[in-house]
């Protein structure tokens, strides 16, 4: 069972910049990562970074958020915010365990969210 608790939303102007974190507790987390949930949208990867710390990031967040982690709480360095970055942003672990030597992979774990509101 992971849990992960999130901290870091708001409100800002644009141009402006924001820190989310996220910490899991838990163990056998390999990859975790960053989704948004805009009003009227479905949710989106915004950024993921794995175990061995190899990041990839969505096209319209390339250059002006950084994901990072240590251990198992990651971080969303979000710079020149823009109102379309507007949206519920949720943490996601994935937890991998050995089954007769097969590795699964359960990506169902979230967080309770955080919003972050860019105004123009």
């Known amino acids: 069972q992971v849990q992960l608790v999130e901290s870091g939303g708001g409100l800002v102007q644009a141009g402006g910049s924001l820190r989310l974190s996220c910490a899991a507790s838990?163990?056998?987390?390999?990859?975790m990562g960053w989704y948004r949930e805009a009003p009227g949208k479905q949710r989106e990867v915004v950024a993921r970074?794995?175990?061995?710390?190899t990041a990839n990031y969505a096209d319209s967040v390339k250059g002006r958020f950084t994901i990072s982690r240590d251990k198992n709480t990651v971080y969303l360095q979000m710079n020149s915010l823009k109102p379309e970055d507007t949206a519920v942003y949720y943490c996601?672990?994935?937890?991998?365990?050995?089954?007769?030597?097969?590795?699964?992979?359960?990506?169902?774990?979230w967080g309770q969210g955080t919003q972050v509101t860019v105004s123009s």
């Open positions: 970074i794995t175990s061995g710390g």
């Open positions: 838990g163990t056998s987390i390999d990859a």
């Open positions: 996601n672990a994935e937890v991998v365990t050995m089954r007769y030597g097969i590795p699964e992979y359960n990506t169902d774990n």
